[in-house]
């Protein structure tokens, strides 16, 4: 979306500042979807370039899977209306919610399907407009997050050693697993009471989910690369989800790991959960970060709990 909220935007709200949000965070300022606009409708316009993009036509797509926490409505899928309004008429759509770990998970999910045989090419979304699900009077969590989308095209290609290489995805929905949560659901439907407290917006346990970030960060990336026996040189680009930026330079110090081989675009957008990792591709991509015959590692964690990552030779 094209409105941005600055964190002095948010100094006018909630008792913060634009340092502390700075160097806590990473963030200055994030893109709000306008009151026209939704999940659906950013899903569409990041899905439309993606096939674009591939050089495909609608009709090339097999699936469509929307990775979001923010659907459009409980149910229908957000998937459907999307894959109709791209003009992927019949063709297989669902959501996919892992929170901020959706877009590793979705592609997962894509290349075992191309990988069985089953589809040629997967759309995958990533969307989310955690504006509608923000509390803007807690200045804990309306800091953080961001509205947008991101999508690729998962294709079956004849190339051996490219695509996904190696990756792995978890959940645990232990104690950790109310750190971050949206209430209204089939355990607490809608009622006045639950308004009264503001449970129909997200609340976030910041500082639990912070500790296990940064040791899944730093584990997920050591994981992929020795399994793919990557170094420090063969390694083109770490894409992680852009949960703070102190988490991710903390993990890339443990790691010993230069600052500049993970890339960052918080500063301008804030945590964007699912959509975080397909719009840094896209940037990525469009500033010349990633070549044919990169190997670039995906890695991510959010809400569930859920973790992954992902080792992709493009
Ligand atoms: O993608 C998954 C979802 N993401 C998350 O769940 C977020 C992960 N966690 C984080 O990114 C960080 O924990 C936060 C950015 C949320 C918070 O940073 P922190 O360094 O962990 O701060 P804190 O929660 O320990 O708070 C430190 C102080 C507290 O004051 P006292 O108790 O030390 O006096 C807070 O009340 O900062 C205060 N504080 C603020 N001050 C100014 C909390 N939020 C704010 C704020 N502005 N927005």
Not at 128 to 144: G, H, K, M, N, Q
Not at 187 to 205: G, N, S, V
Not at 286 to 301: M, N, S, T
Request: proline fraction near 4%; include cysteine.
């Amino acid at each position: 979306p094209e409105k941005r909220l600055t964190n002095e935007d948010l100094a006018q709200m909630v008792d913060t500042n634009d340092e502390w949000i700075t160097q806590r965070t990473g963030i200055k300022e994030r893109r709000i979807a306008a009151e026209n606009e939704s999940t659906a409708t950013l899903a569409v316009q990041a899905g439309r370039r993606a096939i674009e993009s591939a050089g495909l036509k609608p009709d090339d797509i097999d699936l469509v899977i929307v990775a979001t926490i923010t659907p459009e409505m409980m149910f229908p899928s957000t998937a459907c209306t999307v894959a109709y309004q791209l003009g992927c008429v019949g063709k297989a759509a669902f959501d996919l919610s892992a929170a901020c770990t959706g877009f590793v998970y979705a592609l997962h999910t894509a290349s075992a399907f191309v990988r069985s045989g089953q589809f040629q090419n997967v759309l995958i979304i990533g969307a989310e407009t955690l504006s509608r699900v923000t509390d803007y009077t807690d200045r804990a969590s309306c800091i953080i997050f961001g509205d947008g989308a991101g999508a690729v095209v998962v294709s079956r290609s004849k190339e051996p050693n490219t695509g996904l290489l190696y990756g792995q995805i978890h959940s645990d929905g232990g104690p950790l697993s109310e750190a971050m949560l949206l209430k209204p659901g089939s355990r607490h439907p809608i009622t006045q009471e639950l308004l009264a407290c503001r449970d129909q917006y997200m609340k976030i346990k910041g500082r639990e989910v912070y500790k296990f970030a940064v040791s899944k960060f730093e584990e997920l990336i050591r994981d992929a690369m020795t399994v793919c026996e990557l170094t420090p040189q063969t390694l083109s680009l770490i894409i992680p989800h852009q949960v703070n930026q102190r988490i991710i330079d903390s993990a890339m110090e443990k790691l010993a790991l230069p600052s500049e081989k993970a890339y960052v675009n918080i500063d301008r957008y804030g945590n964007t959960s699912a959509a975080s990792i397909p719009i840094a591709l896209d940037e990525a991509f469009r500033a010349g970060r990633i070549r044919k015959g990169d190997h670039v590692i995906f890695v991510a964690f959010g809400g569930g709990l859920t973790w992954g990552n992902a080792v992709v030779r493009m």
